[in-house]
């Protein structure tokens, strides 16, 4: 099919003479919404081009839920690495609303690029210009958001107001766009798209034809409830929309004044399948902030690692962030990490985290109920006091900012992402050491502390925003202490020695052993994945629970310099 491809940048420098021999060969198609371009792991034939509409790409991800990697916008070549490479595909792609593409085969590239070197030349320099700007590149965030309110009583004109001036205060611009939008055709939401960073379809769910078309549209869906409703049953339509399908659906609670709630978060996620669950409280302006910073792609993530004791390390790191004036908008951690990020994530001040942690782990040894080992060292039962005592019954979609934590299921082999659910129920899984503490089975999984597959879930904050994060991270590259380990006593002698209040040397062979396959393979790669990595300097052992002031201070030292090294563009980012 002779097609004009003039309109694509792609082929701005080849020439006219390789644009039209180009024109000649390449094959034009629509792909509807929601169906797939090509999966992953399928083998590579051809690469594409995106005339118009939206695509999206995903990896296989944790827990059933697609793990997106990025948009692709009109304009843009999707499929060219693997096919260069003769490889199969390293993600699938899916439209997200109706599509128009133009697909070169393999063979027809091969004989134009032989005859027609700039071909070659310039899909190098493109390729070249994504990996130096990275995973993040221009046009692989979500733009197009469906916000949908699910109650006639929301001001759905008011809130989209209030976010698109909070997004101005960052320097986003933001369109609102009604149902005066449902004929128009894919070319016309391209352009408008192009003109500015968020373009908001405001929809209500009532209203169910322009609903289904403002969500069959958008990037990302938004779903507006009230706090002190309860949701409905179904709340979406039959047929829903691509990103709804492909788990891209949050959940925005409003809260208005005092009025006390009707159902719990957890029930409208559920009846969603929602990915996030925001909360969007009238008179907290740093609620709406966070909103926006969201819509923006321009959202702080938090990420804590494991490591027992070593962990006092994180509150320092935090009181430095906080200091310079960091706000989290996206908090998750590992282990002993964690329980840390869950009070960030609950909202706690500097003197509550330092007081709670403290009392917590510091006033007493709380692995100190120890036993003659079945399964574990200790009974556990003093951990889950702290536990109840610190979180109560808190589910985590209840919390003010979206919190996730890792365990490790041994029942598959994978870890086990916990973003539902009871908290200290999953906290205790993240911190359940194979040996020092039993595991926590829920269901068919026996779950065990976060740190045995992913002591530092860099990677799953990357598939829980789209910003950048800081990471602290405590993880130790020196094995256990060998003195620990001649000549030790019996149990008995152990025991009139240190009493029944401090675990044994076994508790840090344990520790260290649960650890040390993540350290050797691809622990590197995790620190990698954040943008801002904190890595203090302490001596403290995993056990070593009443060094606490020294080891947060070296958290605090750390996070300081950390933050001295970063750019002026780096700093904006994090917004310092």
Not at 55 to 70: E, K, Q, S, T
Not at 140 to 166: G, H, M, N, W
Not at 216 to 227: H, K, Y
């Amino acid at each position: 099919m002779d097609l004009n491809l003039s309109f694509l940048g792609f082929f701005d420098d080849v020439g006219k003479a390789t644009l039209k021999a180009v024109e000649h060969e390449v094959e034009w198609f629509c792909l509807p919404a929601g169906h797939m371009l090509f999966a992953e792991g399928e083998p590579s034939d051809a690469f594409y081009l995106l005339r118009s509409g939206a695509l999206a790409a995903f990896r296989d991800g944790a827990m059933g839920r697609p793990n997106l990697l990025g948009y692709i916008r009109a304009g843009e070549p999707v499929g060219e690495m693997s096919m260069l490479e003769e490889r199969p595909h390293s993600a699938s792609v899916y439209a997200m609303r109706d599509s128009e593409i133009v697909r070169l085969p393999t063979a027809s590239f091969e004989r134009l690029a032989d005859k027609h070197p700039s071909l070659m030349r310039e899909l190098s320099k493109m390729m070249l210009r994504r990996l130096r700007s990275g995973p993040q590149r221009d046009g692989s965030e979500p733009r197009v958001f469906a916000l949908v309110s699910c109650s006639p009583t929301i001001d759905l004109d008011y809130r989209a107001k209030e976010l698109q001036t909070a997004l101005a205060r960052i320097g986003v611009t933001c369109a609102i766009v009604g149902d005066e939008a449902a004929d128009w055709q894919g070319p016309k939401l391209d352009a408008f798209e192009r003109d500015h960073h968020v373009v908001l379809l405001a929809a209500k769910l009532g209203d169910s034809n322009w609903a289904r078309r403002a969500m069959g549209r958008a990037d990302r869906v938004w779903l507006l409830a009230r706090g002190d409703a309860r949701p409905s049953t179904p709340l979406l339509p039959d047929d829903p929309s691509p990103a709804a399908r492909l788990k891209l659906l949050d959940v925005v609670l409003v809260h208005d004044g005092g009025k006390s709630p009707a159902s719990r978060p957890q029930e409208w996620a559920d009846a969603a399948e929602a990915a996030r669950v925001f909360h969007w409280r009238q008179e907290r302006n740093d609620d709406l902030a966070r909103l926006a910073r969201t819509l923006a792609g321009k959202s702080v993530g938090l990420v804590l690692s494991g490591g027992g004791a070593r962990a006092y390390a994180h509150i320092g790191a935090i009181d430095a962030f906080r200091k310079a004036g960091m706000e989290f908008d996206f908090i998750g951690g590992a282990s002993m990490g964690a329980i840390i990020a869950a009070g960030v994530a609950l909202e706690w001040s500097q003197e509550e985290l330092v007081e709670r942690v403290s009392a917590a782990f510091v006033a007493s040894n709380p692995l100190g109920d120890w036993q003659l080992p079945v399964i574990s060292l200790s009974r556990g039962r003093r951990v889950d006091e702290r536990l109840e005592e610190h979180f109560g019954d808190v589910e985590i979609s209840d919390m003010s900012r979206p919190f996730f934590c890792v365990s490790s299921n041994l029942s598959n082999g994978r870890p086990f992402i916990h973003r539902r659910g009871r908290l200290r129920d999953a906290l205790r899984a993240s911190i359940a050491i194979p040996g020092i503490l039993p595991p926590v089975i829920d269901g068919e999984n026996v779950l065990v502390d976060g740190a045995v597959f992913t002591n530092f879930p860099s990677e799953q904050m990357k598939a829980f925003h789209r910003g950048v994060s800081a990471g602290s991270d405590v993880t130790r590259a020196k094995g256990v202490n060998p003195s620990d380990f001649r000549n030790p006593p019996g149990f008995f002698g152990w025991v009139r020695q240190h009493g029944l209040n401090e675990l044994p040397p076994i508790a840090s062979l344990l520790m260290r052993s649960a650890t040390a396959g993540v350290m050797v393979g691809q622990h590197q790669a995790f620190r990698e994945a954040v943008d801002l990595l904190v890595l203090p300097e302490t001596e403290t052992d995993l056990r070593q629970w009443k060094l606490f002031e020294d080891t947060v201070d070296s958290g605090r030292r750390a996070a300081e310099f950390a933050m001295s090294e970063l750019s002026r563009d780096e700093l904006d980012a994090f917004g310092l």
